[in-house]
Structure formats: structure tokens, C-alpha cells
């Protein structure tokens, strides 16, 4: 069993690749619970450079989003973080939070960052790498403060603010609602996606991202993110026997 160093208050520490994931999984919640059901929030079954993907549901308005995440901040108060390599789609955004110990909450500011905007705001290094750095209370002035965002309004004050996100949405047609079969047929209809999802995968290996969401919500069972030509596809699988 592996042993983890403890830090100085004697709480175990989280490794950056875990503190990435936590910080996923927490403002994937909190975009959740701001948009009150109106984005449902994807993550790729591998990971090729995006990690989560909100949606606006019953749509293909797509926002592919790459977290960066940080547990402790510079002797200043300075966030900063080094990016090693970043998908240049120009829908996505990079999320930037601090996640301090003990308790590894989001803290109550964050940037919220389009891709070219942040390619214009990082410092490009000689290895190809991002350097991003500043300050959650926007103390200094600064270009980057116009994407500090509170975390609890994600929705609001980021994602209702993309071009296009809250043109209306058509209703669900009347008496067409996804049913809810039995058990058997459930199971049966979820391991087709995954067949689907891995034959997709070993057909276009790192060119597509296979999203699911955690819960359904509409009919769009797998999203599919065009890598190289930064496109984006639903499908709603159903299967037979």
C-alpha cells in the first residue's frame, strides 16, 4: 500500500492529478446545479485533452472544456500554472480554479477563458507550453480579469454569455419522451453504446473524443468531438436484436 506524505497541517496530500480530477468533478457540479437542468455536462471516456463538456440540452451547443486546476498559489497570493499542451478549438474554454486543503472546494472565483482568448493572454514558451498567472481578486489591473467569474454562477456569468448558448430550444415533442424499459432491455440498450463508443474509439484513436453523460437527459446518448477539424456529432443509439 502506497503511504502519502502529509503536509504541514498533517491532512494527507493530493497529487496535481488528482486535484485535477476533483476540481472536474466539482464544477461539473456546480454548473449543474446553476443552470437548474438546462446544460447537461459530459465527460470524455478518454481523456485527449478535453475534460469536461457542457451542453445545453436537447442541443449540440457545445462548450469542450479543458480544467487547470491548482491547490496552492505563489508566497504573493499569484495563481500560476503551466499548461503543457492545449487543443486549439476555438469553442473551448480553459477553466482555471484554486482548490485549496483541507477542504479541496473550489474557492468563490475562478476564469472562465475561451481558447483564443487564452492564447492570447498566456506567455507562449519555447517548448510549447502555456504559462498563465494572476489574481483571483483581481488586485492589480489586469486583461485577464475580465474572465473572473463566481463559481457558484457559472452558468450565468459564463456559459449563458457564449454566443448562441440561450437561443431558444424547441420543446420536447408531445408523447415522443424517452421510455424507461425493463431491466434486461436497459442493460442491453447501455452495452450497445459502449460497443458503439469502443468501436468508434479503435476506428479513430486520438481524432474523436467519445463523451457520455452521467445521466441522460435527452436523446443524445454519445457526443463526438472532431479533433482535428473541431466539429462536433450526437448520436442517440438504438438497439435491436
Not at 477563458?113 to 489574481?135: C, K, M, R, T
Amino acid at each position: 500500500m502506497a503511504l502519502l506524505d502529509l503536509d504541514q497541517t498533517g491532512f494527507p496530500g493530493f497529487s496535481e492529478a488528482q486535484v485535477g480530477a476533483l476540481a472536474e468533478e466539482r464544477l461539473a457540479s456546480a454548473i449543474l446545479v446553476d443552470s437548474l437542468g438546462s446544460t447537461a455536462v459530459g465527460f470524455p471516456l478518454l481523456d485527449l485533452g478535453f475534460d469536461l463538456y457542457p451542453r445545453r440540452v436537447r442541443t449540440l451547443r457545445v462548450c469542450p472544456v479543458q480544467v487547470k486546476a491548482r491547490s496552492f498559489l505563489a508566497p504573493s497570493g499569484e495563481f500560476q500554472v503551466s499548461v503543457a499542451s492545449l487543443q486549439a478549438d476555438p469553442n473551448g474554454a480553459v477553466l482555471l480554479p484554486y482548490l485549496p486543503p483541507p477542504d479541496w472546494q473550489p474557492g468563490p472565483a475562478l476564469w472562465a477563458i475561451g481558447i483564443p482568448e487564452f492564447l492570447a493572454l498566456a506567455v507562449h514558451n519555447q517548448d510549447g507550453s502555456y504559462q498563465f498567472s494572476g489574481y483571483l481578486d483581481g488586485r492589480f489591473p489586469s486583461p485577464a480579469n475580465r474572465y473572473l467569474v463566481e463559481t457558484r454562477h457559472l452558468q450565468r456569468q459564463w456559459l449563458d454569455r457564449i454566443p448562441g448558448w440561450t437561443a431558444p430550444v424547441p420543446p420536447a415533442p408531445a408523447g415522443l419522451l424517452p421510455r424507461v424499459g425493463r431491466a434486461g432491455a436497459r442493460a442491453f440498450g447501455r452495452s450497445a453504446e459502449l460497443w458503439l463508443a469502443g468501436e468508434i474509439m479503435r476506428a479513430a484513436l486520438q481524432d474523436v473524443a467519445v463523451v457520455q453523460d452521467r445521466l441522460r437527459v435527452d436523446s443524445v446518448d454519445l457526443l463526438l468531438h472532431d479533433l482535428r477539424g473541431y466539429r462536433l456529432g450526437g448520436l442517440s443509439v438504438h438497439a435491436s436484436t
